[in-house]
């Protein structure tokens, strides 16, 4: 499909189709599984949480570099890496009131986020925090078989 830009030709986003992603199985989400599960077993919901967060926080010091410093440039460049690194689809807008929305519609984690939706919300909403330098996002799941989730930020005046 094409996205709507600022002047020049539209960019074109390209994404696997349901018979791609079949094709090239990620056997991550296996891995991030069991280890989510051995956590939450041995240091219980709050401690993994915790682990999660900072694991989030950790990745997003490292990639700071990579996603510019003007706000809107930040935010194109968080959507880009995060599809790049992790596969994720989803749209990012503004909300009327000027806070930012991410509305994801392929999740790098569906086994995890279906066990434990608060460990995939607690990563990436601190993923994004990190990364756009907004917030402090809020973590929904959709479940509308359309969409996976949603991170909301509120506009600044009210964060």
Do not use: N
């Not at 950790?58 to 930040?74: N, W, Y």
């Amino acid at each position: 499909g094409t996205s709507r830009t600022r002047g020049g030709r539209p960019a074109f986003l390209y994404r696997l189709s349901d018979l791609g992603r079949r094709a090239y199985p990620k056997r991550h989400d296996l891995l991030v599984r069991e280890l989510v599960a051995t956590l939450m077993a041995r240091e219980g919901e709050e401690r993994t949480l915790e682990i999660v967060t900072e694991a989030a926080q950790q990745l997003a010091r490292k990639v700071e570099g990579e996603v510019g410093s003007d706000s809107a440039e930040r935010i194109a460049a968080t959507a880009a890496w995060l599809e790049e690194e992790f596969a994720w689809e989803a749209d990012v807008e503004r909300t009327p009131g000027g806070g930012l929305r991410f509305v994801v519609h392929r999740c790098p984690f569906e086994e995890v986020s279906a066990v434990h939706p608060s460990v995939c919300g607690a990563f990436f909403r601190a993923l994004l925090e990190g990364m756009t330098h907004e917030g402090p996002f809020g973590h929904r799941a959709l479940g509308d078989g359309v969409c996976c989730c949603a991170l909301e930020a509120p506009p600044e005046e009210s964060a």
